[in-house]
């Protein structure tokens, strides 16, 4: 019997490896430079970087993306004043990453 169940059985289960497509080796991503200038952080970013630790105090509850929401929000409803220094760092920030891009594109 137990020589019998033991055939039965294995007719019994699939076979997983039925109708199954055998997959290439994955390939290392290629890397064409590694001095790449950063990009340059959009005046929201700094806004957020500023802005974050201030609501995680006031509101350690937060998760996550409550506490992104949050952050959202109040850079929604700041006044064009309020936004100018971080636009204006943002423009300093692009103008970095143009003059470090020419500089890696020319080497």
């Given at each position: 019997?137990?020589?019998?169940?033991?055939?039965?059985?294995?007719?019994?289960?699939?076979?997983?490896?039925?109708?199954?497509?055998?997959?290439?080796?994955?390939?290392?991503?290629?890397?064409?430079?590694?001095?790449?200038?950063?990009?340059?952080?959009?005046?929201?970013?700094?806004?957020?970087?500023?802005?974050?630790?201030?609501?995680?105090?006031?509101?350690?509850?937060?998760?996550?993306?409550?506490?992104?929401?949050?952050?959202?929000?109040?850079?929604?409803t700041a006044t064009?004043?309020?936004?100018?220094?971080?636009?204006?760092?943002?423009?300093?920030?692009?103008?970095?990453?143009?003059?470090?891009?020419?500089?890696?594109?020319?080497?």
């Amino acid at each position: 019997m137990s020589e019998e169940g033991e055939i039965i059985k294995k007719m019994m289960t699939p076979d997983k490896s039925v109708g199954k497509k055998k997959r290439a080796p994955k390939k290392a991503a290629a890397k064409d430079s590694t001095n790449k200038p950063k990009r340059a952080l959009s005046s929201y970013m700094y806004f957020a970087k500023v802005i974050r630790p201030q609501i995680k105090e006031a509101q350690p509850e937060l998760t996550f993306g409550e506490l992104t929401k949050a952050i959202a929000a109040r850079w929604a409803t700041a006044t064009p004043e309020e936004k100018a220094p971080y636009e204006q760092q943002a423009l300093e920030d692009r103008a970095r990453y143009q003059a470090e891009k020419a500089a890696a594109d020319v080497k």
